[in-house]
Structure formats: C-alpha cells, structure tokens
C-alpha cells in the first residue's frame, strides 16, 4: 500500500526559512514525477513545486526564487526548502506523486506551515 508522510511543518517567523519533507513508502518511485501543493485556509489548493524523475524542477510563480524543491531516490523523499517565507505562504502543505499518466495519483495527508507576521 501506497502511503506519503509529510513532516517538518511549524510556526516561523516571516524572513525565516523551513524545510518539509514527504517520505513514500509502499513501492519506488525513483521513475515518477513529485511534487508540492498547498491549500489555504478557504481556497483551492494550489501547486508549488515539483520535480521530474530526471531533476527537472518545475515552480510556482509566487515561490519561485524563494522555494527549492528536490529529491532522494535512495530514500524515496522529496524535500521542499523553504526561504524568505512570507505570512501569505501559510498553508498545510501537501506531497504529490505522479502516475503514468500524469495525474497526481498519490497524496500525502499534510503538514501544517505557519507563517507569522
């Protein structure tokens, strides 16, 4: 069974940096595209980042710059380097693997990011 888990989420202060993580399980997915979404409280959620099987990395406008997003095949993870963070980049931040036919199939359950002012 398929299973994401998110870590890494907390309270920091705008101007300050944190990383998440998203370690999968179940099966490799070293030949899948990862990624990173958000959901704000009252709106849809949203895409951030993500990265291909190959290292293609791929941003949001609203974090790119700010975000970095990369990948450890040996330990099935994807990770999200967050800098300069923004009150407006609040969120639970969610990860994401793509199937073979592109969709996001796999999800993880979420971790919480706050950012204060």
């Known amino acids: 069974q398929v299973q994401l888990v998110e870590t890494g989420g907390g309270l920091v202060q705008a101007g300050g940096s944190l990383r998440v993580s998203c370690a999968a399980s179940?099966?490799?997915?070293?030949?899948?595209?990862m990624g990173w979404f958000r959901q704000a409280p009252g709106r849809e959620r949203e895409f951030v980042a993500s990265?291909?099987?190959?290292?293609?990395?791929y941003y949001a406008v609203s974090v790119k710059g700010r975000f970095s997003i990369s990948r450890d095949n040996a330990k099935n993870t994807v990770y999200l380097q967050m800098n300069s963070l923004k009150p407006e980049d609040t969120a639970v931040y969610s990860c994401g693997v793509a199937g073979l036919s592109g969709t996001w199939d796999f999800w993880g359950q979420g971790t919480q990011v706050t950012v204060s002012s």
């Open positions: 179940g099966r490799s997915f070293r030949t899948s595209a």
């Open positions: 990265i291909t099987s190959s290292g293609a990395t």
